[in-house]
């Protein structure tokens, strides 16, 4: 066997590369904000970095995982449906806090406890009508820009993040010394719930902390019980594409 098909061949990488080069692509954006910049004369390539930058990011992303598509265990069973009534439970945890800010008409953004819940107003964030408006009110800029953000969410997000989070971690950390690939998917563990739910909540912002720990544990709940990483990836599916339905409808741009 040479190099390249040991490569192609090795579950781990496959595993963990995809979601490692969509997190490593945005690194500068991240941390110095390059090359955003905030003028009113900026072309909109640096005005609004993300609206290229996460289609690339999807792109890298989907290209890597059809190369290594051989190495995931996305079987279709019953747990599939259980994993959509699933992603609707975990995202209504997710988005309520906000819902609640709305309901109680609060002035702002509080303090203290409510602002650790995520009762915050969730209003600045992506917005195709954005750079709908450098182009004259472009439909198809809104429209092209919107479909691959769902795109992103939906398809690229879910596949990347349950691949590495269920797919690959759980498994690891029960035995990160031998075969952990003889590990069934979906084996229960307090250790992998406690590190994989905490390090998933973690990877977001902290106003997202208290609705990711949810929304993990019923994800690492649905992984034992189904057994399904397709489960996995159809509960985050369906949670994001509800989150971008509700962030486009109500303004609540920062969810996502």
């Not at 820009?145 to 797919?167: H, M, T, Y």
């Not at 909540?201 to 544990?217: E, K, Q, R, T």
Request: glycine fraction near 8%; hydrophobic fraction near 50%; aromatic fraction near 20%.
């Amino acid at each position: 066997m040479n190099h390249i098909q040991a490569w192609k061949e090795d579950k781990t990488v496959a595993h963990v590369l995809p979601l490692a080069a969509f997190m490593l692509l945005m690194i500068p954006y991240q941390l110095t904000g390059w090359p955003e910049w905030d003028h009113p004369n900026a072309p909109w390539w640096r005005h609004y970095p993300e609206q290229w930058l996460y289609p690339l990011q999807s792109l890298i992303a989907i290209g890597l995982l059809l190369y290594f598509r051989k190495n995931y265990e996305l079987k279709w069973g019953r747990g599939v449906f259980l994993g959509v009534f699933m992603g609707v439970i975990g995202i209504g945890f997710w988005i309520l806090p906000t819902q609640v800010h709305s309901w109680l008409d609060i002035e702002g953004e509080p303090d203290g406890f409510l602002r650790f819940l995520g009762v915050m107003p969730r209003t600045d964030g992506f917005n195709p009508q954005d750079l709908s408006d450098k182009f004259n009110g472009s439909l198809w800029v809104y429209w092209s820009s919107l479909i691959f953000r769902f795109f992103r969410a939906v398809v690229v997000v879910s596949l990347i993040e349950e691949i590495f989070w269920r797919g690959f971690l759980m498994r690891f950390l029960l035995n990160p010394d031998r075969d952990y690939w003889k590990i069934p998917f979906g084996k229960p563990s307090w250790k992998s719930f406690l590190i994989v739910t905490g390090l998933f909540m973690l990877a977001h912002a902290p106003v997202d902390y208290v609705g990711a720990f949810i929304f993990g544990s019923l994800m690492y709940w649905l992984a034992v019980r189904t057994k399904s990483l397709l489960a996995c990836v159809v509960m985050h599916g369906v949670a994001n594409l509800i989150m971008g339905w509700y962030a486009i409808s109500f303004g609540k741009y920062g969810l996502w």
